[in-house]
């Protein structure tokens, strides 16, 4: 069973910068092609960046072209996303997923993802 795990989250003042990883505690995260979505309070969840099982392939959202960078260490068995020049409207809760084994690339679409974590807060004061 996949079961993925977010963690470092936390406050940041604008221009600053975080990363995330993304663990998953039962089968290996390399197995899967996997995203980043956030979601702010009172919006729906989107997409912010995927990566495809291989690594080799990767697609960002254009509000964080250029500040955001996702990349996957299997031998970690961990996904990460290193976020910069952070603004204050990158807070949200990060959430990462994972499409089904069938599937080599990722998506932007929510309901193309079978697996999700639980989030992290990611908070971004002016």
């Known amino acids: 069973q996949v079961q993925l795990v977010e963690s470092g989250g936390g406050l940041v003042q604008a221009g600053g910068s975080l990363r995330l990883s993304c663990a998953d505690s039962g089968r290996t995260v390399s197995s899967y092609a996997m995203g980043w979505f956030r979601q702010a309070p009172g919006n729906e969840r989107e997409f912010v960046t995927g990566?495809?099982?291989?690594?080799?392939?990767?697609n960002y959202a254009d509000s964080v072209k250029g500040r955001f960078i996702i990349y996957r260490e299997n031998a970690k068995n961990t996904m990460y996303l290193q976020m910069s020049s952070l603004k204050p409207e990158d807070t949200g809760v990060y959430y990462c997923?994972?499409?089904?084994?069938?599937?080599?690339?990722?998506?932007?679409?929510?309901?193309?993802?079978?697996?999700w974590g639980q989030g992290t807060q990611v908070t971004v004061s002016s």
């Open positions: 997923a994972a499409r089904g084994a069938d599937y080599g690339l990722a998506s932007s679409a929510t309901s193309e993802y079978a697996y």
């Open positions: 990566i495809s099982r291989s690594g080799a392939r990767t």
